[in-house]
């Protein structure tokens, strides 16, 4: 079952779940243009106030509700799995006909094995405890007061994305479990793959007595509809752009909003002296390659000084065999090999997000500390190495969303992290800091109990 975005005067509450048409039967009659509907300001805040007030609904679900639906969109991502590949077929060869990157495209298309992945990932988050209302740090004052911590939604997110349609279901399978409603807006290049999803998404609210307008997609991919959203920090409680460098400076410029920063990932490998480098080469190699166009892939290899003749040479036979082509310092040059070029001042602190690394070799640990701090972008860092007290001294004194030793930047995922899934890292500090998932989707507000105290 697929809901069609209608024009916006029919965003009424009591006809919104009206708007539920099945796929194969008006596959001809539904046509949407890669731009989606035209609509204007007013129209625009209005379906994000539709969204706000389904929110308000969504704070207050059981969490029975919230269960149902989330194993029902399980349900509903296996059952129509063929039409959402259709659907992202038709974004994928749209993208290539555009010539969008292949690190993008990458990002954008739907596998059977993705689909399957977003669905299990709404049993984990199903599954998980709802923090919603729980009262955290219970104590008694002296004056017998009880003072505590309740969890409690952020309200109305705003998620602004680009290319990877599978946000769509993180963002909307947390905020939910958290109590919070969404308005997603992603790229034009997934239009179709996000229709889709969303559309199943709402079909799952429905049959669970809970407002599909809690979890809306823009249906247009007009880019002032976005200037309207970032304008409505009366309605919207919070923004969270995903994307490129350019479009979290976009966003964090024009929102009158509180932001949640996903910026880029610069990641750093530091290679110690005491490192296993048998190892180290296997680390080296999947952070790097098995999916280069992510953020938490590996962009810089860090190596000292005193195992670069004997390390730096298996790097180049083992990437290299995989595509990988080196940016590199002077030392690291002559040992990379043909497939080496020199780096220059832009490939330091540089996402390349293709098989593409820059390589520098360093004195020691304090060098290379020196470079993350002046380069990276407090996403992932990671050193490999045996020596305890150097590791420990890596984890207390690099700051980055995550820290990791003798294990791959490519685990810094809120799946891999236990979180179910994650609807952004956060490279910023305030209010959450690394992989996002439920409970970074909740505040706290004080709860106090008394018997009648009065202040004096």
Request: hydrophobic letters at 45%; aromatic letters at 4%.
């Amino acid at each position: 079952m697929y809901f069609v975005a209608a024009p916006s005067s029919a965003f009424l509450p009591e006809t919104r779940c009206e708007l539920v048409v099945e796929l194969k039967a008006h596959v001809e009659r539904i046509q949407y243009n890669d731009r989606g509907e035209d609509m204007d300001a007013g129209q625009i805040a209005e379906f994000i106030r539709q969204a706000k007030t389904a929110s308000l609904e969504v704070a207050n679900a059981s969490g029975e509700q919230k269960h149902q639906v989330l194993t029902g969109l399980a349900q509903g991502l296996r059952r129509e799995a063929a039409h959402i590949l259709e659907a992202n077929a038709r974004d994928i060869a749209k993208a290539e006909e555009n010539g969008l990157d292949a690190a993008r495209i990458d990002r954008l298309r739907l596998t059977e094995a993705g689909i399957e992945a977003m669905a299990q990932a709404c049993g984990h988050v199903a599954d998980m405890d709802d923090p919603v209302g729980s009262i955290e740090s219970m104590q008694k004052r002296p004056n017998g007061l009880l003072v505590g911590q309740m969890r409690i939604p952020l309200g109305l997110v705003a998620m602004i994305y680009e290319s990877r349609p599978n946000v769509t279901i993180d963002a909307g399978i947390l905020c939910l479990k958290a109590g919070n409603g969404v308005v997603l807006r992603g790229g034009s290049e997934a239009f179709f793959s996000n229709q889709a999803l969303a559309s199943v998404f709402q079909e799952a609210l429905q049959a669970a007595g809970l407002p599909p307008a809690a979890i809306s997609l823009l249906p247009t991919t007009d880019r002032a509809a976005v200037q309207t959203l970032l304008q409505m920090g009366d309605v919207v409680d919070v923004v969270i752009p995903r994307g490129g460098e350019g479009l979290i400076k976009a966003v964090t410029e024009q929102a009158t909003m509180p932001v949640l920063k996903h910026f880029k990932g610069v990641c750093h490998i530091y290679v110690d002296d005491t490192a296993e480098l048998d190892a180290a080469l296997d680390i080296v190699e999947n952070a790097k390659v098995q999916r280069p166009g992510v953020c938490n892939a590996l962009e810089c290899l860090l190596v000292h000084k005193d195992v670069a003749e004997r390390f730096l040479p298996a790097v180049a036979q083992r990437l290299g065999a995989a595509g990988v082509k080196f940016r590199a310092c002077a030392a690291s040059l002559p040992l990379l090999g043909e497939l080496a070029q020199a780096a220059n001042d832009q490939d330091w602190g540089r996402e390349f997000l293709d098989l593409i690394l820059a390589v520098k070799v360093v004195e020691d640990q304090d060098a290379a500390q020196a470079h993350i701090r002046q380069y990276g972008s407090n996403h992932s860092e990671a050193i490999l190495a045996t020596d305890h007290n150097r590791a420990m001294r890596f984890l207390r004194e690099v700051d980055a969303s995550a820290v990791l030793v003798n294990a791959s930047t490519r685990f810094n995922d809120g799946g891999e992290l236990g979180l179910g899934a994650e609807i952004g890292i956060s490279t910023s500090k305030l209010h959450a800091y690394g992989p996002m998932g439920v409970h970074e989707l909740t505040s706290r507000k004080f709860v106090l109990l008394g018997q009648g105290q009065v202040r004096s």
